[in-house]
């Protein structure tokens, strides 16, 4: 968690100042090509009350950790004598939201006291790469990225928390109002489909040309109204040029 967040309560608003986030690693071969491991990440913010109408905090603060954690796997394994790749990860826990692509938030706030509340998160991605000689790769990838809900109702009823299902989607096809709109992600899916072909390969480096489409999709957590949802393709074509 980095920045700053603010969540309204009676009578005033919390404001939450987070820490950089300490984490460590341990992986554990299980297999030839395969791993296994845990992350572990602490939060903190300092959390003070500042009345709504006053523009500076009027009380001392406190401070406010929360831990998150998460076990995951990495396996890449060879077929065909190696001219076949295919490759799974997976990673899963709370509070993990830093460690995927997607950058998911990690914690949500409390709305009457501002604490800290990790999120429950999970991702998961598979890929393919055949080896077509020396010269031509073809690759295929897939993957997930998930947050749970954990809703909550502020002191004046009003939504709160991460993913609340009274979350307003009913302007959000209105251009006028369209500030207003806003929801939290469920989950994000990518598949994407390629090939490197090496033009050049010597003394002097190598020459790849390689074409790549994407497919993105983002699903919001439902509210009230039609849930919005978004999705693009992408297409690339490059030419990379690598020193030897």
Known sequence: MAG?????????????????????????????????????????????????????????????????????????????????????????GRGIGRYGTAGFPDVTLDPTTGEMRPLRQARLMGGLVYHHGSRLDVYAYGGDEYTGRRASLSPTGSAAGYGSPLASYESCTNEVALNACRGDNRNIYEGTMGYWYRLYGGDFGSIKYGNQVVYLHRDLWSGIGKTPEGSNVIVYSTLRFYLP
Do not use: C
């Open 4 to 92: 700053r967040s603010r969540v309204s309560v009676a009578g005033g608003s919390i404001q939450a100042s987070a820490s950089p986030v300490s984490s460590w690693n341990v992986s554990a071969p299980a297999a030839p090509n395969t791993d296994q491991f845990a992350v572990r990440s602490t939060p903190a913010a300092r959390v003070i009350s500042q009345p709504i109408a006053q523009p500076h905090a009027t009380t001392s603060g406190h401070t406010s950790t929360t831990g998150g954690y998460g076990v995951g796997f990495g396996a890449l394994m060879p077929f065909a004598g190696k001219r076949l790749e295919v490759s799974l990860e997976g990673l899963t």
